[in-house]
């Protein structure tokens, strides 16, 4: 399969167009997925990625990474129902998406179980499941700490063989629209420069964009998101897609060392919490909080109530006290380190019995046979491999302790979906994986990796079986010209001007900059009046942008593409967490509010909407909240589905 490519010449420049019927933006599970089924299905998707091996999908993981599909354990009932009901019980989520994300879960898992994903099964054929976070029903499975890597390099795998055109080095800054419909992006990339085109500006034409980018990483200093993985929310933003629930993130404890999340097994072997302060004097600081015997089985069960959680700060018992007792030693200065070498002192000449250590926590050590003396024999008794993660990225639990802190690790609100994930406000625009708004307050644990699939399927579905309905018969049209050449002047100015010229590092040390005050404000611990003042700040940025800013070099303008895209985003972030806290909201999810710590149930049955718009390079938000749709029901009467199935009606 092919793109057809030509040369457009515009604002002096000459740019290369490329056309293709679906481009899909990204290269991860989500979007190998949509391009696959694209395929599959009798459409031309290309992949166009900013960098082939920079996503979360295949650079994050966990103790053992979870899916979270329909229950397949042989002696345990479930149904799409059921499971759509356990997804909207926190709230804030639209029970028709809980519905389609239920109902897809078994084919996408069956399908990456027929790529050679190997998730476990029992000598009958069995796919057992085991409960996570926000699920008392074990629909969860994994393949280990790198669930999503190999999922990844599977549905790589199946693309390449399939010969799907690859545009690896190709970042995203804008998406094309025309009279509401989405058309193209336009990237920069590096090996698109010339003379006449410093900037390496590409144009992508096509008849849907789905848009699989990850979530918004660049936000956070504090990130368990993988260094490679940058933010792509802003440019769908300003092209008018709408978003949701941009107020709902989760957070939890996470290593320093290298990003990943600490849940699991981790926990559940009991590790010693320790603080480090300057002079190099540790202390054991959870005492501050719990008592000695009632730290024990708090710090177990932040193995399975891993995100920061308001609901579970019941005063000495809570498993999110052990989060903020981290939190606030690091506000302290000290250094905070899990100590898989040494047991908590709360362990100390005491045999791990029923009777020392509670029912939970002794069942779950007796049944893994990791009833041992130390941390570190303990996790390796109950999951090798978690330790065998710390040794991919240089640190030996049996040695050294592992530095920890609080971070930012996935968000659950984005950019809006209907239920074939278009949106509503953009049509032809996909927004599918993580970047996608599906979820509401909460999420079971795992069900992220569960809607890279089912979202995308269904995305490429809905965009083949349109693929016919064209918008325009002039695909370089005088709208589409206007946007490609501001795009050639913003970003060619910020290589030619004459204003002071950045190099890459003074461009992510400004990235890190405003990170920290955003965590300081507006990550897991947030103060509406310091909000406030950050947002207006960000606005005051995003209007003086292109005016003051430059690039000493190519890959700097790259990092200041991915700077604008950050601050956009997080106009628009701030923006909903203050109409939230305008409206009397308070804490709730996986955040406290300043002054607010009851938690919230008058909006549990309402999602916020978040809309920009920009004029003259000044943007404004407008958030308003909607109620939730509930769970449909379905009558499914089979002649019906059967005659309507593939027609246009079908896709709404």
Not at 270 to 292: C, H, K, M, Q, W
Not at 558 to 577: F, G, K, P, Q, W
């Amino acid at each position: 399969m092919t793109t057809s490519k030509t040369i457009l010449t515009a604002a002096e420049a000459r740019i290369p167009v490329y056309s293709c019927s679906i481009a899909v933006i990204g290269s991860g599970a989500a979007a190998y997925n949509a391009a696959l089924t694209a395929h599959r299905l009798g459409g031309e998707a290309a992949i166009i990625t900013e960098g082939r091996l920079m996503g979360t999908s295949r650079n994050t993981g966990s103790d053992k990474q979870t899916y979270y599909k329909q229950s397949t354990s042989a002696f345990k009932s479930d149904c799409a129902a059921e499971m759509a009901k356990d997804y909207i019980a926190a709230g804030s989520m639209h029970g028709d998406l809980a519905l389609t994300e239920a109902a897809g879960s078994l084919r996408a898992f069956f399908g990456l179980v027929a790529l050679g994903v190997p998730f476990p099964h029992d000598t009958y054929g069995e796919y057992p499941g085991y409960k996570t976070d926000h699920d008392e029903r074990g629909r969860a499975t994994s393949c280990g700490p790198y669930t999503s890597k190999y999922m990844t390099e599977a549905l790589e795998k199946e693309c390449l063989s399939a010969e799907i055109p690859l545009y690896d080095g190709y970042r995203a800054v804008h998406v094309l629209t025309e009279n509401g419909h989405a058309c193209g992006v336009v990237c920069l990339s590096a090996g698109e420069v010339t003379d006449g085109n410093p900037a390496g500006l590409t144009v992508f034409l096509s008849d849907a964009v789905i848009w699989a980018t990850g979530g918004p990483s660049a936000l956070y200093y504090s990130s368990v998101y993988p260094e490679s993985q940058n933010c792509s929310l802003g440019a769908p933003l300003l092209a008018g897609a709408s978003a949701v629930n941009l107020t709902e993130s989760q957070y939890g404890i996470a290593s320093v060392p290298f990003r990943w999340n600490l849940s699991g097994s981790f926990q559940q072997a009991i590790p010693r919490y320790v603080s480090v302060d300057a002079d190099g004097n540790e202390r054991e600081f959870l005492y501050d909080t719990f008592p000695p015997a009632d730290s024990i089985p708090a710090v177990f069960r932040k193995g399975y109530q891993w995100p920061f959680d308001p609901d579970k700060l019941a005063p000495g018992k809570g498993s999110s006290l052990v989060d903020i007792a981290v939190y606030n030693e690091t506000m302290a200065g000290r250094r905070v380190y899990l100590d898989f070498r040494r047991n908590p002192s709360a362990l100390d000449g005491i045999a791990l019995t029923r009777e020392n250590l509670g029912d939970e926590v002794y069942d779950y050590l007796a049944n893994s046979g990791a009833l041992l003396d130390t941390p570190v024999r303990r996790l390796r008794a109950i999951n090798e491999r978690a330790y065998g993660v710390c040794l991919d990225h240089g640190v030996d639990l049996e040695t050294e302790m592992l530095e920890i802190h609080v971070a930012a690790q996935h968000m659950n609100g984005g950019l809006e979906n209907t239920i074939w994930y278009e949106n509503p406000a953009l049509r032809d625009f996909y927004p599918v994986g993580e970047c996608g708004g599906v979820f509401g307050i909460k999420r079971p644990g795992g069900s992220a990796l569960n809607s890279t699939q089912v979202g995308s399927y269904r995305a490429a579905e809905r965009a083949c079986a349109l693929a016919g309905d064209k918008k325009t018969d002039d695909p370089l049209s005088a709208v589409r010209m206007e946007q490609i050449v501001r795009c050639m002047n913003d970003y060619s100015l910020l290589l030619t001007g004459d204003r002071p010229k950045q190099d890459r590092a003074a461009v992510l040390a400004e990235r890190a900059r405003d990170a920290k005050l955003h965590d300081r404000c507006a990550a897991f611990l947030r103060s509406p009046d310091e909000i406030t003042v950050l947002r207006d700040k960000t606005a005051l940025e995003i209007a003086e942008f292109f005016d003051v800013h430059g690039a000493a070099d190519h890959a700097a303008l790259v990092e200041l593409s991915i700077n604008y895209d950050t601050l956009v985003t997080r106009y628009a972030v701030l923006s909903a967490m203050l109409a939230y806290a305008d409206d009397g909201g308070s804490s709730r999810g996986s955040y406290l509010i300043k002054g607010r710590p009851e938690i919230d149930t008058a909006h549990r049955n309402k999602v916020l909407r978040t809309c920009l718009s920009e004029k003259d390079g000044e943007v404004s938000a407008s958030c308003a909240f909607e109620n939730v749709r509930p769970v449909p029901v379905t009558d499914n009467w089979f002649e019906e589905v059967y005659n309507n199935f593939g027609k246009p009606d079908m896709f709404g």
